[in-house]
């Protein structure tokens, strides 16, 4: 049984950091791809940042060069780390995992991914 949980977040300011963590169980976790999504009050939900098997990461362009995902296959763990956050960043964050066909890379599709956490929140201030 997959199991995902995220950690970390919290209320920030403008221009704080935070990083947010997704202990993962259940699955061979190394033979996943994984990715954080948010989720804002009447939005609907959006690709952040994915890492493939190979470590190979895509952003969406609203974060990149601020936010890094990262995992640890020895601690089965995925994280994200958010640098100069703005208002706008403020959301849900769900971490997400499922299994990709060999030549499939990791994608920011909600579609794309079966697997879901319950989500943690990120609220930035101005």
């Known amino acids: 049984q997959v199991q995902l949980l995220e950690s970390g977040g919290g209320s920030v300011q403008a221009g704080g950091s935070l990083r947010l963590s997704c202990e993962a169980s259940?699955?061979?976790?190394?033979?996943?791809?994984m990715a954080w999504f948010r989720q804002a009050p009447g939005k609907e939900r959006e690709g952040v940042a994915a890492?493939?098997?190979?470590?190979?990461?895509v952003y969406v362009d609203s974060v990149k060069g601020r936010f890094t995902i990262s995992k640890d296959n020895a601690a089965n763990t995925l994280y994200l780390q958010m640098n100069s956050l703005k208002p706008e960043d403020t959301a849900m964050y769900y971490c997400?995992?499922?299994?990709?066909?060999?030549?499939?890379?990791?994608?920011?599709?909600?579609?794309?991914?079966?697997?879901w956490g319950q989500g943690t929140q990120v609220t930035v201030s101005s």
């Open positions: 997400a995992a499922d299994l990709f066909p060999p030549t499939v890379p990791a994608g920011l599709l909600v579609s794309e991914y079966a697997n």
């Open positions: 259940g699955f061979p976790f190394n033979s996943y791809c």
């Open positions: 890492i493939d098997r190979d470590g190979s990461t």
